[in-house]
C-alpha cells in the first residue's frame, strides 16, 4: 500500500505556499496533489516520495497532519482503462471516499490513487482486473 | 483536614454574631473614608442605630464606578502611614481602581489564603508553583502569601515563558500549581510539543484555576490531561483577591468565608435579594479590612449559593462556578449569551483544540456569531467529511445551547494568538 498525507488548511491566501515551502525545506518532492475545500477550510492531499518525513515535518510546524494507506493502481493509459476499475467497484458495491489519477508517461502507463471504504476487497477485485498496485517506493521509482 | 476547625466548622448561629460585631467595627473604620463619611451622611445613615445583619441593607450598594470616581484614595479610612501596600485591577474594563492594606488586612488575607489551599488538600510538604503574574494582579501576591503561611515551599515563577515553567515543575518535582485557565490550557500545547508527558513524568496532584470564568468540561479537560484535581478558586481584587471562595476536596461549589465577607445575592435588576438555588448578583462586605473596607459591593458575577450544607462539614455557604460576568454577557437578537455556555459546548469535543474565539458581526443590521475554533492536531485524520460533520453538529449543539445559531470555522492549530494574561474570547466588532 502506498500512503498520503493530508495536511489541514484554513482556505487562505499563502496556504499552499507554506505546506510546499515545508516540503521543499525537508527535501520531500511531490508525486500528486489534490485539494479537498470546504469553502473556509479544506484538506490538502499529497502523495510524496518521503511520507513519513513529510508527516513529521507538517508536524513540527505545528500543523493538523496525518498519514493515511491509499491504493495505487498502476494502470495502462489508454482509453476504457479507468472503466474496467470503476465498474468492478460498483459491481461489489463499493464506496469510494476520495480519488484521483497522474499520468507516468503519456499513453503508456498511468496511477489511479482510491480511498476506500475496503481496501482489502479491492485489492483482490484490482488484481483479478490483471492490474498491480504500488508501494512507496515503486510509486517514487516510476 | 481544616486549617481552624473552630472558625471553619463554626455553628451558623454563632458564626452570624461574629458577623455582626465584626461589620459593627467595619462601619466605625469606613465611617473615617471620605467617600463613607459622605454617603453616610446624605443618605442620613447613623451608623450606631444599625443592630441587625438585615439592617445592612439600609446602606447603599457601592459600584465600581464610586471606586473610580474616588481614585486614588476615597475609600482610604487610615492615612499612608499605616497602610502597607496597594493594588489594582487590571483596568481591562476600564480606569483602574485601587486597594490599600495595613499589615492587619495582609495578615487576614494571608490566613484565607492558606485555609483556602490547605481546605484543598496542600499541605506544608507540598511544593507550590505560582504560575500567574505578580505585581499589581492580586492573584500572583496572594497565593503567594498564603503559601508561605502555609509552610510549603513556594516558587514564585509568575505567568510566561512556558518551556521555563515546565523545567522548573520537573526539577523542583511541583505538586500544587495555580493558574489562570486559559494558560493551563496554553501548557498542555507546549508540553505536547516538548513531548512530555504530563502523568508520567511531572509529579503534579491538584491546580487551583481561578481569574477567568471557565467550564466544568475545561475543568475536566485539564483534569484529564495533566491527571489532577482542578480545584476552584475564587476572589476579586475589591475584595482583597483570591481567597474570596475556595473549593474543598468535595469540588462542589465553593466556600465563602463569611468570617471575613457578608454575602448578598440579588436580582440584578429589581436588587431585591434572591433565594438561595437561584442565580443571582453576588455582593460582598468585608467584614475583616481595616484599612480600605468597602460596603455592598456589586461584583457583576452571577452565581448561586447551594441550599444545602456540603458533607466536609464546613458552616461557611457556598457559591456556585461563577456563570459569568454581567460585563462579559453577550445580547444577540434578544438573546443573553455568556462565552462560558459556548466553551462548555467547545471543550466537550475532543477533536477541537482548548482555544477559541467568539466574534460578533452586523451585516446588513443582522447580528451574526461566528466561533472560531482550532482543530487539534492528534484527531486529525484527514478527512474532510468527518471535519463537516464535526462542524454541522457544532452548530446544532450551539443552537441548543444558546438558542441562536452561530457560524463555526475551524482554524489551524495554534493560529488563534495566545495571551498569557486574561484570555480575549470575545470581539464585538457590531457598530451599535
Known amino acids: 500500500m502506498a500512503h498520503q498525507i493530508a495536511v489541514f488548511a484554513e482556505n487562505k491566501p499563502g496556504r499552499l505556499g507554506q505546506v510546499t515551502r515545508i516540503l521543499a525545506e525537508a527535501g520531500v518532492n511531490i508525486r500528486a496533489m489534490t485539494i479537498a475545500d470546504s469553502g473556509q477550510y479544506g484538506v490538502i ?9 513529510a508527516t513529521g515535518a507538517f508536524k513540527s510546524a505545528g500543523m493538523a497532519a496525518s498519514q493515511t494507506e491509499v491504493l495505487a493502481i498502476l494502470m495502462d493509459d489508454q482509453p476504457g482503462g479507468l472503466y474496467r476499475v470503476a465498474s468492478a467497484l460498483e459491481s461489489a458495491r463499493i464506496n469510494i471516499s476520495d480519488a484521483y489519477g497522474f499520468i507516468v508517461e503519456s499513453k503508456q502507463q498511468a496511477v489511479l490513487v482510491l480511498d476506500t471504504d475496503d481496501a482489502v476487497q479491492v485489492l483482490s477485485l484490482v488484481s483479478g482486473l490483471g492490474l498491480r498496485t504500488l508501494t512507496d517506493d515503486e510509486l517514487y521509482g516510476l | 483536614m481544616y486549617w481552624e476547625p473552630d472558625i471553619e466548622t463554626m455553628p451558623r448561629p454563632r458564626l452570624e454574631n461574629m458577623q455582626l ?4 467595627r467595619t462601619l466605625e473604620y469606613a465611617h473615617r473614608s471620605p467617600f463613607y463619611s459622605q454617603r453616610f451622611a446624605a443618605e442620613g445613615i447613623d451608623i450606631n442605630k444599625l ?13 465600581k464606578q464610586d471606586l473610580r470616581e474616588s481614585f486614588p484614595d476615597g475609600l482610604l479610612c487610615t492615612s499612608y502611614e499605616d497602610v502597607v501596600r496597594i493594588h489594582s485591577s487590571s483596568g481591562t474594563t476600564g480606569q483602574i481602581i485601587v486597594v490599600f492594606y495595613n499589615q492587619h488586612d495582609l495578615d487576614s488575607w494571608s490566613n484565607l489564603m492558606a485555609r483556602c489551599m490547605f481546605g484543598a488538600g496542600t499541605r506544608k510538604t507540598d511544593v507550590f508553583q505560582n504560575c500567574v503574574g505578580y505585581g499589581l494582579f492580586t492573584g500572583g501576591l496572594g497565593f503567594h502569601f498564603g503559601s508561605e503561611k502555609l509552610g510549603a515551599l513556594t516558587i514564585p515563577s509568575a505567568s510566561g515563558n512556558s518551556r521555563r515553567q515546565i523545567f522548573l515543575m520537573q526539577s523542583m518535582k511541583t505538586t500544587t500549581v495555580h493558574i489562570i485557565p486559559s494558560y493551563a490550557l496554553v501548557l498542555m500545547t507546549v508540553l505536547n510539543e516538548m513531548g512530555v508527558d504530563p502523568r508520567k513524568e511531572l509529579f503534579l496532584k491538584r491546580a487551583f484555576l481561578g481569574a477567568e470564568p471557565y467550564s466544568e468540561a475545561t475543568r475536566r479537560r485539564v483534569e484529564e490531561f495533566y491527571g489532577i484535581d482542578v480545584y476552584n478558586s475564587y476572589g476579586l481584587t475589591e475584595m482583597n483577591g483570591p481567597g474570596v471562595a475556595f473549593e474543598c476536596t468535595e469540588k462542589a461549589g465553593m466556600h465563602l468565608w463569611e468570617d471575613a465577607f457578608i454575602l448578598e445575592v440579588i436580582d440584578p435588576d429589581t436588587q431585591e435579594p434572591v433565594p438561595d438555588g437561584q442565580e443571582g448578583e453576588l455582593v460582598f462586605t468585608t467584614i475583616d479590612r481595616q484599612a480600605m473596607p468597602i460596603l455592598r459591593y456589586r461584583t457583576k458575577d452571577l452565581a448561586f449559593v447551594y441550599p444545602e450544607p456540603c458533607p466536609c462539614g464546613r458552616t461557611h455557604r457556598r457559591i456556585s462556578r461563577i456563570k459569568g460576568r454581567i460585563d462579559d454577557m453577550m445580547i444577540m437578537k434578544g438573546v443573553n449569551i455568556f462565552p462560558t455556555q459556548i466553551e462548555t459546548t467547545l471543550m466537550k469535543v475532543p477533536e477541537l483544540g482548548s482555544n477559541y474565539l467568539i466574534v460578533l458581526e452586523r451585516r446588513n443590521l ?15 485524520t484527514g478527512d474532510l467529511r468527518r471535519l463537516e460533520r464535526l462542524r454541522a453538529q457544532l452548530v446544532a449543539d450551539l443552537r441548543t445551547e444558546i438558542l441562536i ?5 475551524l482554524l489551524e492549530p495554534s493560529s488563534l494568538p495566545i495571551s498569557e494574561g486574561k484570555a480575549v474570547r470575545v470581539q464585538d466588532l457590531r457598530e451599535l
Open chain 2, 51 to 63: 443592630r441587625t445583619l438585615d439592617d445592612l441593607r439600609r446602606i447603599p450598594f457601592t459600584v
Open chain 1, 45 to 53: 492531499k499529497l502523495l510524496v516520495d518521503k511520507p513519513g518525513i
Open chain 2, 21 to 24: 460585631t465584626k461589620l459593627k
Open chain 2, 366 to 380: 443582522v447580528d451574526e456569531m461566528i466561533v472560531k475554533v482550532e482543530v487539534r492536531p492528534e484527531f486529525f
Open chain 2, 405 to 409: 445559531t452561530p457560524k463555526v470555522e
